[in-house]
């Protein structure tokens, strides 16, 4: 089945504590963004990565890294989180080059900064 | 500025009954493409239609069709004969340019079906 799929979908943790959202895709899509969602704010991307090792801010990039070493995997890094980075997050892939390609969004990941 | 604007937060619609969702947008690219999600309470992000700038008709698929007008740069989902499924957040969202694969999105809509 073709999916995008993030782990955890939950997480609580606290200030200043490390910690990486997996991301995999099984389309061989070369694209792939990650997403914050808030209310009101609809979803703003984060950063996104046009291929392996290629990757760029989009609008919200801030307290935020991302890595692409494999086409499948686009994994999301919050290196100190801070409690204004509670949000709900999404990956999402696609094929590039514009077009009628539709992103394919993962689950999501509900995160909690306390 | 904003990109993409849906200046409706919250609709609502009888059961069997048609809504537009309204979606205007902001580019000066030529080519660009539109699409319509739908996010459940579940949370998934469902994609539901696309229109590309140079396509003459406007898009449909099943109960989903897209209004485009493009002079006014508008593009609102209208879903016929609405069931209480359909009850969710509706997102537009754009992407610019030929090659680009980035999309920007509206605040949504939240569209509530009564029976």
């Known amino acids: 089945e073709a999916q995008v799929t993030q782990n955890p979908r939950y997480l609580i943790t606290v200030t200043g504590k490390k910690l990486t959202v997996t991301c995999s895709q099984n389309m061989n899509h070369e694209y792939m963004s990650w997403y914050r969602q808030d209310p009101g704010l609809g979803l703003r991307q984060i950063y996104y990565s046009m291929n392996v090792e290629v990757t760029d801010k989009g609008d919200v990039p801030e307290g935020y890294k991302v890595s692409r070493k494999e086409k499948r995997n686009f994994p999301l890094i919050l290196e100190s989180p801070s409690p204004n980075q509670t949000s709900l997050y999404f990956c999402?892939?696609?094929?590039?080059?514009?077009?009628?390609?539709?992103?394919?969004f993962g689950p999501g990941t509900r995160l909690t900064v306390t | 500025a904003q990109k993409i604007t849906q200046t409706q937060p919250g609709m609502f619609v009888q059961e069997k009954e048609a809504v537009t969702l309204d979606c205007t947008y902001d580019t000066s690219d030529q080519s660009y493409g539109l699409f319509w999600y739908k996010q459940p309470s579940s949370g998934e992000m469902i994609f539901l239609i696309y229109?590309?700038?140079?396509?003459?008709q406007n898009a449909t698929e099943g109960r989903y069709s897209l209004n485009f007008q493009k002079a006014r740069k508008s593009a609102n989902l209208v879903i016929s004969a609405s069931q209480l499924g359909d009850s969710a957040m509706y997102f537009c969202?754009?992407?610019?340019?030929?090659?680009?694969?980035?999309?920007?999105f509206g605040a949504g809509t939240r569209l509530t079906v009564k029976p």
């Open positions: 999402a892939s696609s094929f590039s080059g514009g077009g009628p390609y539709e992103q394919y």
């Open positions: 229109q590309g700038s140079y396509d003459e």
């Open positions: 969202a754009m992407r610019e340019g030929q090659s680009s694969n980035d999309m920007r």
